[in-house]
């Protein structure tokens, strides 16, 4: 996650802790307009980045953090870690892969994924989180268009529609399952803390993973079929929502984090234009300028404090 100023980006570390929930850790990472990043927090999990400084003065393009380390893109393609060693903040045994080249870097709970400008994927930190990707490595040498984590798992999007997954099995690591139905036409993957889905070209969504945080849409399957138009799926720490091309939006996963929108369903049949989640809820904004929102009262799923103020005039809604 970040927030951008006008002359830094701060980025703060989500991860997974060992139930596969979303936790915030405890250290920043603030990249400046010229391309250097200063860092505080827990020294451990990379709020003291002493050991790389003299690589991180110019030039850092992307900051990413996962569950206990930062990886620093550079405009020359190269990545720089710093943090807890077996989460990734050592990536010295990919060390000569990452000297140029490099993309984008994704994380998860305890590892990192690095696409390369020719579609190739790298990966190093905690193993069974997404570190090794061994299994698939020969279908991660080119071709790859987008990587997406979940807590502890992987997801790759090729420019061929096809999907690749790997890390941890319950957390969206094993897709054979739905596997036949990922060889083609994906066009967006997205996660949560322990499931994905992939929206296809035909409208229809498929997912996979922890069944309670979503990975199971057998109850709201037959309104995700092809043809159904679904244009945009958004995950929060446990649930997933989908907004179709009439407006409407169709929800699932934990029902007490978002994944049950009944109570406010007759206000989500049309005209919803953007909907986010956070860790526990989730906020649709409408077309008239309102908001509606659902799951974790606590963590933003009541808004009746401020409803009257949220009723007509907004344009987005940021978490």
Known sequence: MCQRFDHLTVVWMTGAGQKKQFAIHDAFAAVKSDGSVITWGDADEGGDSSRVEHRLQEGVVQVVGNGGAFAAVKSDGSVTTWG??????????????????????????????????????I????????????????????????????????????????????????????????????????????????????VKSDGSVVTWGDADRGGDSSRVEHRLQEGDGVVQVVGNGAAFAAVKSDGSVITWGKFNKGGDSSRV????????????????????????????????????????????????GVITVIS
């Open 84 to 121: 807890y060693a077996d989460r990734g903040g050592d990536g010295s045994i990919v060390e000569h892969r990452l000297q140029e080249g490099v993309v984008q870097v994704v994380g998860t709970g305890g590892a990192f994924a690095a696409v390369r400008s020719g579609g190739s994927v």
């Open 265 to 312: 369903e007759h206000r989500l049949q049309e005209g919803v234009v953007q909907v986010v989640g956070n860790r526990r809820a989730f906020a649709a904004v409408k077309s008239d300028g309102s908001v509606v929102t659902w799951g974790d009262a606590a963590g933003g799923g009541d808004s009746s404090r401020v409803e009257h103020r949220l009723q007509q």
């Open 123 to 198: 990966t190093w930190g905690d193993a069974a989180g997404g570190g090794d990707n061994s299994r698939v490595e020969h279908r991660l040498q080119e071709g790859v268009v987008q990587v997406v984590g979940t807590g502890e798992a992987f997801a790759a999007v090729k420019s061929d529609g096809s999907v690749v997954t790997w890390g941890d099995a319950d957390g969206g690591g094993d897709s054979s399952s739905v596997e036949h139905r990922l060889q083609e036409g994906v066009v967006q993957v997205v996660g949560n803390g322990g499931a994905f889905a992939a």
